[in-house]
């Protein structure tokens, strides 16, 4: 049993009937719970307890939640190593079988150690940076043009019906295609190859524009136009950010054809005084070289899987923030 409590005398304020015992006058809150920095220490645990006035103690995790945490990564990261691991062990089963001689065919550890020995040469690590210094200059354009090409074919019925299916279909068509005209157009240039990044990757963006913009509730744009949002202002304001997980579904997928059409950009345009990864293919390719080829391809492979994760984690955490991904849970 707690001990009782000393009888006190009750204020009672006549005008609102209110016991005010412990209220201060001014500001009307109860002081017999607040410590000198006003905050109120009834509440506060070790956790966040206070150390001096004015100062609270570093709040420190909860027990349990580092190894969740921990044990949240191992559950994402374990069957990657493990597909990983079975793509290797597939590989030097085929290359053990003997189905195609070694120099046409070689086994992980002699890839590997022909990646190990390119990292330590700085050519090597100009090709990495050209080839991104060109994916990124050419993904940031077809950004701004699919974009701004996917707002308009929304806003327009006529551009729709007229323009909607050769956005598809120019979709569907293989970047290789392209690079004869490209040629023929601007000859061995950087902007050759620009010309295919854009062709691939701005359907693809403008198509997801264009997909969220179809999914977002018409209640939302009801909502807007009442508000006073009409024109750019209601697209900017309230149609694009509703379908901001759409958009970035296809900003991904935008990518990925932007960053095929640069390695078939820089497996036909060969620039002078700048190496690339599409360089060092087809340089393998003319020398007979699959020891390279192979190093190389798995460059190219990590890279486009690094950026793909980045777009899936700023769109889970997108779906995530407004609550879809709990839907798709239950479902």
Do not use: C
Request: aromatic fraction near 8%.
């Amino acid at each position: 049993m707690s001990p009782e409590r000393p009888p006190t005398s009750a204020l009672v304020d006549s005008t609102t009937g209110l016991d005010t015992t412990g209220l201060d006058s001014t500001t009307g809150l109860d002081t017999t719970r607040l410590d000198t920095t006003g905050l109120d220490t009834t509440r506060l645990d070790n956790a966040g307890a206070i150390d001096e006035p004015g100062r609270l103690r570093e709040i420190r995790p909860l027990p349990g939640e580092r190894p969740r945490r921990a044990r949240a990564l191992w559950a994402v990261t374990w069957p990657k190593l493990v597909a990983l691991g079975l793509v290797l062990t597939i590989w030097q089963i085929v290359v053990w079988s003997g189905w195609k001689p070694t120099y046409l065919l070689p086994g992980p550890g002699a890839v590997f150690a022909d990646l190990w020995h390119q990292g330590h040469d700085g050519t090597f690590w100009q090709g990495i940076a050209w080839t991104l210094r060109r994916g990124v200059e050419g993904f940031a354009v077809a950004v701004i043009v699919g974009t701004a090409l996917g707002v308009l074919v929304a806003r327009s019925r006529v551009l729709r019906l007229g323009v909607g299916s050769l956005i598809s279909g120019l979709q569907t068509m293989p970047s290789i295609a392209w690079f004869p005209l490209s040629m023929l157009l601007f000859q061995i240039s950087e902007t050759a190859i620009l010309f295919v990044i854009l062709l691939g990757a701005v359907p693809s963006i403008a198509n997801g524009i264009l997909a969220g913009i179809d999914h977002v509730p018409p209640a939302y744009t009801r909502l807007g136009t009442v508000l006073g949002a009409r024109g750019l202002r209601l697209y900017r304001h309230v149609i694009i950010p509703a379908a901001l997980p759409a958009y970035v579904a296809g900003l991904g997928q935008g990518w990925a054809f932007a960053w095929r059409s640069l390695m078939a950009g820089e497996l036909l345009v060969v620039i002078e005084a700048r190496p690339s990864l599409g360089q060092f293919l087809q340089f393998g390719l003319e020398f007979s070289n699959a020891t390279r080829i192979l190093s190389t391809m798995i460059v190219i492979l990590a890279l486009g899987m690094v950026i793909d994760v980045f777009f899936t984690v700023v769109s889970r955490a997108l779906r995530a923030r407004r609550g879809l991904l709990a839907k798709q849970s239950n479902s």
